[in-house]
Nanobody
Framework: VQLVESGGGLVQPGGSLRLSCAAS????????MSWYRQGPGKERELVAA????????DYADSVKGRFTISRDSAKKTVYLQMNSLKPEDTAVYYC?????????????WGQGIQVTVSS
C-alpha cells in the first residue's frame, strides 16, 4: 500500500484546508486510517482516526469540533477537513494506514505534507 498526501499549504488563521490521502492497492477498505502531525520541535501526534468501515471516528482534543476525517472507499482516499485553523495547527501532516491480520500488524505511512497557518 502506498499513501500519497495532497492539499497542504499556507492558510491564514481561521481559514480552512482539506487534506487528501490517496491509497494504492486493492485492500484499502480493510485498513483503519489516521492522520498524524508533527509540529516544529514536537513529537508526532495522532490527530484523527477512522475505522476501516468508516463507522467510527476519533479526534485529538485539540482538533475536536474543527477537523473532520472521512473516507471514500470507491476512490481509495481518506480526507481531513480542517476548519478554523490556528497557528498551532502548523505541522507536517502524515497519513497512516493500519490493519492486523493473523497476529501481524501491517502499517504504512505517507511522505507527509506541510500545513502552515500564519498571517
Amino acid at each position: 500500500v502506498q499513501l500519497v498526501e495532497s492539499g497542504g499549504g499556507l492558510v491564514q488563521p481561521g481559514g480552512s484546508l482539506r487534506l487528501s490521502c490517496a491509497a494504492s492497492g486493492s485492500t484499502f477498505s480493510t485498513y483503519d486510517m489516521s492522520w498524524y502531525r508533527q509540529g516544529p520541535g514536537k513529537e508526532r501526534e495522532l490527530v484523527a482516526a477512522i475505522t476501516s468501515g468508516g463507522g467510527s471516528t476519533d479526534y485529538a482534543d485539540s482538533v475536536k469540533g474543527r477537523f473532520t476525517i472521512s473516507r471514500d472507499s470507491a476512490k481509495k482516499t481518506v480526507y481531513l477537513q480542517m476548519n478554523s485553523l490556528k497557528p498551532e495547527d502548523t505541522a507536517v501532516y502524515y497519513c497512516n494506514g493500519k490493519r492486523y491480520r493473523f497476529g501481524l500488524k501491517y502499517e504504512y505511512w505517507g511522505q507527509g505534507i506541510q500545513v502552515t497557518v500564519s498571517s
